[in-house]
């Protein structure tokens, strides 16, 4: 099993930034490490991901305002997020692909609330 930690939610003014982070507690090793996101009202959407060997992947909204880093030795998966905009508010999740079982697992979610 496989456990999440997220931290850095919060509230922030529209043009603010915060940034996300996300470790997991495993000793196995871990493919993909990303962000998803649920508004109120809608499904969970992708943020952006990133593979181990670094490549990336952002939902065209965020793109150019976001940018997902990972740090392989401890398991941490960071979101920065600059430029916020009322839309960005939801709950954000951490998720994380093992490399060799394919398992996905997923953080507990850290609200994130821009206000206009």
């Known amino acids: 099993q496989v456990q999440l930690v997220e931290s850095g939610g919060g509230l922030v003014q529209a043009g603010g930034s915060l940034t996300l982070s996300c470790t997991a507690s495993t000793i196995f090793a871990i493919n993909s490490m990303g962000w998803f996101r649920r508004a109120p009202g809608k499904q969970r959407d992708l943020v952006a991901t990133i593979t181990r060997g670094g490549s990336t992947d952002y939902a065209d909204s965020v793109k150019g305002r976001f940018t997902v880093a990972r740090d392989n030795a401890k398991n941490t998966v960071y979101l920065q997020m600059n430029s916020l905009r009322p839309e960005d508010t939801a709950v954000y999740y951490c998720?994380?692909?093992?490399?060799?079982?394919?398992?996905?697992?997923w953080g507990q979610g850290t609200q994130v609330t821009v206000s206009s």
């Open positions: 998720s994380v692909e093992m490399a060799v079982s394919k398992r996905a697992y």
